[in-house]
């Protein structure tokens, strides 16, 4: 291949697939990129945009224009071109996660235990969901402020309230209250956080990237396939870890070991998260479509004024 015509922003695999977004997520989502430090990955920005610009320094191959684009799209948000902050990366959900599931799940059984966990974790989301926005669409310090407390508050009153609610079921039920909250809270957290995008809506464009306006709909489709996307992420590790541990919990070799339970929760929960962070990326494509008869009749009818049948369907960034 001539590299001055490799063009760095075709996907390296079909994205029209599950398994091609699948080697995509794994790629930019490997959790080894956050160790480098933000010189590296400047350096990689810089190729990956000499590339884009047709000129490649000599002696670059092809494989290290990959690598500089895997760094780029693991650190760089897609709208803005700026350098994500670290802790919001997809690339340290599996550090991040891992830590803070494992403690979610270890100490469920005292509220102060369950409220300060569940702190943590929405803490860690809010940042994360604002990370990843849609970032054409502004969101204000105050509406930052309203997502946050209201994600918060989700998901203390749903943890606190089932935690008291199974104090008489059988004990499983009550290991799975952490995982309640969590999907409670991102059904309240992610538009909240977007809510821009919901009262003004996305912008689309055509299939070459031209911008045709902005869609409450496409909005609508793009957060609710997050939020589909984050419960999917966190669900394996959160419901059969669980019965994993009580299972194990029955045996003395645990027994005597009871200090060991919760790194030992960590690092199982890492291991379905190494997975189900790109698995759960990659459920539908960050590129989203909507045929152009499901938008606002005012978009559709000024898209088909002005092209007629020309354009058929719209895309849009829906965000991670």
């Known amino acids: 291949m001539v590299l001055n015509s490799l063009d760095i922003d075709a996907p390296r695999w079909d994205q029209s697939t599950f398994m091609g977004r699948l080697k995509h997520f794994f790629n930019i989502t490997d959790c080894r990129t956050v160790l480098l430090s933000d ?10 945009e000499t590339c884009r610009a047709g000129s490649i320094p000599p002696g670059t191959t092809e494989e290290q224009l990959y690598y500089a684009k895997k ?3 693991s650190a760089f948000h897609p709208d803005t071109g700026d350098r994500m902050n670290l802790i919001g990366r997809m690339s340290f959900q599996v550090p991040g996660g891992m830590a803070i599931t494992g403690f979610m799940l270890q100490f469920y ?13 929405q803490s860690f989301n809010a940042l994360v969901n604002y990370t990843n926005r849609n970032a054409a669409s502004p969101i204000t310090p105050k509406q930052i402020g309203v997502a946050y407390v209201t994600a918060t508050s989700t998901a203390l009153a749903t943890a606190v309230g089932l935690n008291l609610y199974t104090k008489k079921a059988p004990p499983l039920v009550a290991r799975w209250v952490p995982f ?4 409670a809270a991102n059904c309240v957290n992610i538009p909240m956080m977007r809510q821009q995008e919901l009262l003004n809506g996305i912008a689309v464009t055509d299939e070459n990237g ?7 709909n496409a909005a609508v489709k793009g957060i609710t396939q997050v939020v589909i996307s984050r419960i999917a992420m966190a669900a394996p590790g959160m419901i059969i870890m669980p019965i994993i541990m009580q299972r194990l919990e029955k045996f003395k070799f645990m027994q005597r070991i ?8 960590v690092m199982m929960v890492g291991m379905f998260l190494i997975f189900m962070v790109p698995a759960a990326c990659s459920l539908f494509p960050q590129r989203c479509s909507m045929s152009v008869w499901k938008l606002e009749p005012e978009l559709r009818d000024s898209i088909v004024s002005e092209y007629g049948d020309g354009i058929e369907r719209v895309y849009f960034n829906k965000g991670l």
């Open 258 to 265: 009871a200090y060991l339970h919760a790194p030992i929760q």
């Open 210 to 216: 031209n911008r045709l306006g902005h869609s409450k």
């Open 71 to 73: 760094l780029y799209d």
């Open 39 to 48: 010189a590296r990955l400047d350096e990689a920005k810089a190729l990956v």
């Open 109 to 121: 059984r005292t509220v102060p235990a369950v409220v300060f966990w569940q702190w943590v974790n």
């Open 180 to 183: 309640a909250a969590v999907a």
